[in-house]
């Protein structure tokens, strides 16, 4: 399965943006799907994930409340809208997905595919 990210640009603090990630055939329709995010210097940190047959969603507390992570079923797509954007949410963005549900879905060892990655930069 291939993952393709696309979306991602340079922004001012405050602003909006949607980024958005399609699998190239339904291999996670029994899993999940995310996004995972690492800034320069750090380790990659989980931002969100959905587990795809129920549809739960889950977020990091740090984006909690501003990103909101959606799909489509058809498309094999996530989408990630990114609201009220920070300084400190300057990363590449990278999605993934794996397929089954696993516990422990905010720890990037628990998933084998993972897209290229889109750069994020939110600064004044």
């Known amino acids: 399965v291939q993952l393709q990210a696309s979306g991602g640009g340079f922004v001012q603090p405050g602003d909006s943006l949607r980024i958005s990630c399609a699998a190239s055939d339904r291999t996670f329709s029994s899993g999940a799907m995310g996004w995972f995010r690492q800034a320069p210097g750090k380790e990659r940190e989980f931002v969100a994930a959905i587990r795809w047959p129920n549809g739960a969603i889950y977020y990091s507390d740090s984006v909690k409340g501003r990103f909101t992570l959606s799909r489509d079923n058809a498309k094999n797509t996530v989408f990630l809208q990114m609201n009220s954007l920070k300084p400190e949410d300057t990363a590449v963005y990278y999605c993934?997905?794996?397929?089954?549900?696993?516990?422990?879905?905010?720890?990037?060892?628990?998933?084998?595919?993972w897209g290229q990655g889109t750069q994020v930069t939110v600064s004044s």
């Open positions: 993934t997905g794996r397929l089954n549900w696993h516990v422990h879905y905010y720890n990037p060892s628990n998933y084998y595919s």
